[in-house]
């Protein structure tokens, strides 16, 4: 068997059992139901006066008993903009092929989900990242007409998404974490994402408020996997229980984080997949603001 498909096997079987006691570590979830859904629609508290002794004083239940709190980065804090397949295709026009982005960002998706997260954490430098796009990209265009100079047209596309331009945050981006600060909490990001990430954090003016950051393919280990969850709580200097994971992916964020013995709270703007069986005791937010 495939030492990574063993190991996923082996993380699913940890997070159905966290699920189980997940309803009695967060308490009664039916004060907090919306007529038996499972999204959580807290009602915003504002903080008064300085944090207590502890250095976190919070009002929503999201956060009670949390003293540090890490965030996912792409679909979390920030997306690409228009989208993936728009921008595929804007750059693939300037150089003479013509793509429906809708069809882009379909194939896009399967050759993401295809590609095992995991992989992205044996990258060791720059060179070995760029590669790692260059076949995603590869790729996602088979099914099209080939470029009269590939190399050309990837080294344009990966210079756009090293880009600002091609990123935008979520509206509520800045002022959550700038109250987690406030809050006195510790703030970590946990990402899957090349070194490019450092840079288009510091454009954003949102490095100041990270304690650190952990990025896949500068630590070596990608989300699910327990190892950079424990990174992260080992430099938040507190438990797992006190230390609460937000992310859009439900496999990456919430049962990774989960099975590392981590709170979790899955963002799901789009409301793609309440409807499964295995969230019913997830914590399901569409705005990270919902946390307070």
């Excluded at 809050?183 to 304690?211: A, H, P």
């Excluded at 797992?240 to 590392?260: I, K, R």
């Excluded at 789009?270 to 409807?275: I, L, Y």
Aim: proline letters at 3%.
């Amino acid at each position: 068997m495939d030492a990574r498909v063993h190991q996923r096997r082996g993380v699913h079987a940890i997070w159905r059992r966290r699920f189980a006691r997940a309803k009695a570590r967060w308490g009664d979830r039916s004060a907090c139901s919306d007529g038996g859904n499972d999204v959580v629609r807290p009602v915003y508290e504002p903080e008064t006066g300085r944090a207590g002794s502890s250095g976190v004083r919070v009002t929503n239940h999201l956060l009670q008993g949390v003293k540090a709190v890490f965030f996912d980065a792409g679909g979390t804090l920030l997306y690409p903009y228009p989208s993936v397949g728009e921008v595929y295709a804007r750059v693939a026009s300037e150089h003479g092929v013509q793509v429906c982005q809708e069809k882009l960002n379909q194939i896009f998706r399967e050759v993401w989900n295809q590609k095992d997260g995991l992989a992205m954490a044996a990258l060791t430098d720059e060179k070995s990242e760029k590669n790692w796009w260059r076949e995603i990209v590869r790729e996602t265009f088979r099914p099209f007409n080939s470029f009269n100079n590939f190399e050309t047209f990837f080294d344009d596309l990966y210079d756009q998404f090293a880009s600002p331009s091609t990123w935008r945050l979520f509206d509520e981006t800045h002022s959550v974490l700038a109250a987690c600060k406030e809050k006195g909490l510790k703030v970590g990001m946990i990402s899957n994402w090349d070194r490019r990430l450092i840079q288009l954090c510091e454009s954003f003016q949102i490095t100041e408020y990270f304690d650190f950051m952990l990025i896949s393919a500068l630590f070596g280990k990608a989300k699910p996997h327990r190892d950079i969850f424990n990174e992260a709580v080992r430099l938040s200097g507190f438990r797992p229980e006190e230390c609460l994971h937000l992310g859009d992916s439900l496999e990456d964020d919430v049962q990774g984080a989960m099975s590392a013995g981590l709170k979790a709270v899955w963002i799901d703007r789009h409301a793609r997949g309440r409807e499964k069986a295995d969230v019913h005791a997830i914590r399901i937010i569409s705005n990270l603001s919902e946390i307070f």
